[in-house]
Nanobody, 122 residues
Framework: QVQLVESGGGLVQAGGSLRLSCAAS????????MAWFRQAPGKVREVVAA????????YYTDSVKGRFTISRDNAKNSVYLQMNSLKLEDTAVYYC???????????????WGQGTQVTVSS
């Protein structure tokens, strides 16, 4: 069982930056692939970025490539999402998610946080 708690969301102007953090409970965090998803009002939840258990492999959806960076610190049971050059369309609730095994770019994650709101203003 893994419990996930996100933090770091907020209101930011377009072009600005935010860093999201996700703290995980459990002794086997390093065996989980992790991902960040987001869901905007009226839209389907989508994967933003994912990272393998070792951090050696990552995935980004096309719309955030070059702007967002996912990373993890297994010693701290944490995963991060650095978001730069934020755009209005990045506004959404961002969720941290975990799954045992390999990285997935699909909604195949077993554990979810409660989400943190990111709002980008003009």
């Amino acid at each position: 069982q893994v419990q996930l708690v996100e933090s770091g969301g907020g209101l930011v102007q377009a072009g600005g930056s935010l860093r999201l953090s996700c703290a995980a409970s459990g002794r086997t965090f390093s065996s989980y692939a992790m991902a960040w998803f987001r869901q905007a009002p009226g839209k389907v939840r989508e994967v933003v970025a994912a990272i393998s258990w070792s951090g050696g492999s990552t995935y980004y959806t096309d719309s955030v490539k070059g702007r967002f960076t996912i990373s993890r610190d297994n010693a701290k049971n944490s995963v991060y999402l650095q978001m730069n050059s934020l755009k209005l369309e990045d506004t959404a609730v961002y969720y941290c998610a975990a799954r045992r095994g390999y990285l997935s770019k699909f909604n195949e994650y077993d554990y979810w946080g409660q989400g943190t709101q990111v709002t980008v203003s003009s």
